[in-house]
């Protein structure tokens, strides 16, 4: 069964930094795209980021250009988001994703994603 779990959110300063992290089981992601996802209270899910298989390419959201960057370790079954310059705004729960099909090309539509993960409270606040 294909399970991802996010790690790595908590409490930080605005300006501050977090690493969010996303380890599957259950199979091997160097086959698959993944995508990082939030929500905060009262919106929608909106994309922040994704990876494609082999890191042929990534893709950021506007609102964290600049800020974020997401990066794969597959030996270690993991994909990482390094948050940095982090705003109120930024505040939600983070998700990770992946599709059922291997090898697709990432996105940042939550349709494009099949399983996904428990997700992770990230708070900016002084």
């Known amino acids: 069964q294909m399970q991802l779990v996010e790690s790595g959110g908590g409490l930080v300063q605005p300006g501050g930094s977090l690493r969010l992290s996303c380890a599957a089981s259950?199979?091997?992601?160097?086959?698959?795209?993944i995508g990082w996802f939030r929500q905060a209270p009262g919106k929608e899910r909106e994309g922040v980021s994704c990876?494609?298989?082999?890191?042929?390419?990534?893709h950021l959201a506007d609102s964290v250009k600049g800020r974020f960057t997401i990066s794969r370790d597959d030996d270690k079954n993991t994909v990482y988001l390094q948050m940095n310059g982090l705003k109120p705004e930024d505040t939600a729960v983070y998700y990770c994703a992946t599709p059922h099909v291997m090898l697709l090309p990432c996105g940042l539509q939550d349709y494009e994603y099949d399983y996904w993960g428990q997700g992770t409270q990230v708070t900016v606040s002084s």
């Open positions: 990876i494609s298989v082999r890191n042929t390419s990534t």
């Open positions: 259950g199979f091997t992601l160097d086959n698959y795209a």
